[in-house]
């Protein structure tokens, strides 16, 4: 996906050149309809967005995505699960990513790690400077990095990100639990989510693509050159667009 992303050629319902594991696994799960969760009992189609849990779909049938840093999203409790996208973080690399619901946030020490949350403000810093930043921080953040560089050179463990509108994100953002930690702003992106928000511009970005967006950006500045590594992250979204995108050209709107 380029950096127009979705805007390519003036088609923002493209989600093209990712390296994406093969969707007739939801193909098939599609053709056979919704199911029941099997925890909770819920009519559901791929997953169930209440137990985290896929649903029609076995283990092998959706890739396991390994990320080089551990993900926590603190959601809204009023946002809707079924409107989320957090959850496919949670399912697509369960080893590194937990969610939250607020007023649950988890537990935080920075003196053991480095931590950032991913949030727009006058104060936040772009990924580039996330090395400047923690390389002036102390010694123990200095020793932290010298640690980390014997095998990679990411200066930071741990990312939070909020799940939630737009105009629900100031409960969380003014909880005194993270007024400490240092904001990071993403590069301006169009979203290819299909539940825009309203009145809000379209650089407002779904929950799993601002994961991806920041992994993706991280992994080119302290890593290597990005190849793909993270698009599986858009396994169930780019489906989901695809099936979406293809219900409302069938219909007329668009």
């Known amino acids: 996906m380029s950096d127009e992303d979705c805007a390519a050629a003036g088609d923002r ?4 050149g990712l390296l994406i594991a093969s969707h007739a696994p939801l193909d098939d799960a599609q053709r056979a309809g919704r199911m029941k969760c099997s925890r909770c009992g819920a009519s559901r189609m791929f997953y169930c967005y209440s137990c985290c849990a896929l649903v029609g779909l076995e283990p092998r ?4 995505v390994k ?23 949670r399912l697509l690399a369960p080893q590194d990513v937990n969610i939250y619901t607020y007023p649950c946030i988890p537990e935080m020490d920075q003196s053991a790690e480095n931590i950032v949350l991913v949030f727009p403000g006058p104060d936040a810093m772009t990924v580039e400077e ?9 010694a123990q953040r200095v020793k932290r990095l010298k640690a980390a560089s014997e095998t ?3 200066p930071i463990q741990r990312v939070v990100f909020i799940d939630s509108t737009w105009n629900q994100t100031t409960r969380i953002i003014t909880d005194e639990r993270l007024q400490a930690l240092p904001n990071v702003e993403l590069k301006s ?8 928000q309203k009145g809000c511009p379209d ?22 050159e990005y190849t793909g590594e993270y698009d599986n ?10 099936l979406i995108n293809k219900a409302k050209q069938a219909a007329g709107k668009v």
């Open 233 to 242: 992250l858009l396994f169930f979204f780019s489906f989901l667009h695809k």
């Open 203 to 224: 650089t407002y970005l779904a929950t799993i693509e601002a994961v991806y967006y920041f992994l993706k950006d991280l992994h080119s500045h302290y890593f290597s």
């Open 130 to 138: 996330l090395w400047e930043y923690f390389s002036a921080g102390g």
């Open 152 to 154: 990679r050179t990411c």
């Open 67 to 89: 990320l080089p840093v551990k993900i926590d999203i603190i959601k809204h409790p009023n946002e809707t699960d079924g409107k989320s996208t957090a959850v496919q973080a």
């Open 189 to 196: 992106r169009r979203t290819c989510f299909w539940r825009h």
């Open 61 to 64: 049938d959706v890739p396991s």
């Open 13 to 16: 319902s493209s989600l093209s």
